[in-house]
């Protein structure tokens, strides 16, 4: 729990502001009920009965802010309870003693048992830039143990290069035993399936229609075509071509608005 301190001496001052306002409102409307009893009886003014009338509107008013204030000081107060959405382990503490929070800033980082993560290293050595989706994988707490179990990766899409850098991935343990507990070292094998996609610029994309294509460049008449693709995904600044492109083909990248279907191209590092 955070220091409440602070907060508590706001839920008290809000607490004695009601306390006075409920007061005041007596005394106005004691005011008010007998300035009525004297105006329907000639005793007072039209303008003294007002300013009761007045007062007693300003007092309720009052009273109705201050128990506001109190509502929102209760509030606070319950925010310096900390509180985790479920069992776990606390994995983490990003405060020191004494030191002031924000609102809703996260003070401690719990990991739960219920869906249990693994982070893996592989390597790959693929040909071509690819998308690679981890299928299956088996694992065990170390290499001579016998026991081995089952699991799937999340939703991952690692991107592999033609280095054969590892590159790592993030899957699910399925009924993770008693024995497997947080930072436990695992060993296991991955079966993985790499799916070919070809990364261009968005300044590529074009449509033909209402469906997606690129501007490619025909190197033996060189002449622009705009030629369907079927889009594999999306990425920060690159679109992914999972059909409709072969490796090697000639794509426009930048000034394909410019272009119509058979018009002559000329591109740098031509031979001609």
């Known amino acids: 729990m955070l220091d409440p301190a602070e907060q508590q001496a706001d839920v008290e001052a809000a607490t004695a502001a009601v306390l006075a306002g409920e007061s005041q409102l007596r005394v106005a409307r004691a005011t008010f009920e007998r300035q009525k009893a004297l105006i329907a009886s000639g005793f007072t003014t039209r303008t003294v009965y007002d300013q009761a009338q007045e007062g007693l509107r300003t007092a309720e008013g009052a009273l109705e802010a201050a128990k506001a204030e109190l509502g929102t000081s209760k509030d606070a107060i319950g925010y310096t309870a900390l509180r985790a959405e479920a069992t776990g382990v606390v994995t983490a503490r990003n405060l020191e003693v ?3 929070v924000q609102a809703a800033q996260p003070v401690y980082s719990p990991w739960r048992r219920t869906g249990s993560g693994m982070p893996c290293s592989t390597s ?27 699991g799937m990766s999340g939703k991952s899409r690692p991107r592999l290069t033609r280095s054969a850098r590892p590159f790592r991935v993030k899957v699910a343990i399925q009924d993770p035993s008693a024995a497997m507990t947080l930072g436990s070292a695992i060993a296991g094998t991955v079966k993985s399936k790499a799916q070919p996609q070809i990364a261009l610029p968005w300044s590529a ?44 083909e000639r794509v ?4 394909g608005k410019l272009l119509s279907v058979g018009q002559a191209v000329t591109y740098e590092g031509d031979p001609s």
Do not use: F, H, M
Request: glycine residues 8%.
């Open 98 to 100: 004494g030191q002031v």
């Open 124 to 150: 790959t050595n693929p040909s071509c830039l690819a998308i690679s989706t981890i299928a299956a994988y088996r694992w065990c707490l170390s290499p001579t143990q016998a026991r081995r179990r089952a």
């Open 205 to 248: 994309l074009a449509a033909a229609g209402s469906k997606p294509a690129v501007w490619t460049v025909d190197p033996a008449t060189k002449t622009a075509a705009l030629k369907p693709v079927t889009i594999g995904g999306y990425e920060a600044r690159e679109v992914l071509i999972q059909a409709g492109l072969k490796p090697g």
């Open 252 to 255: 426009v990248i930048d000034g």
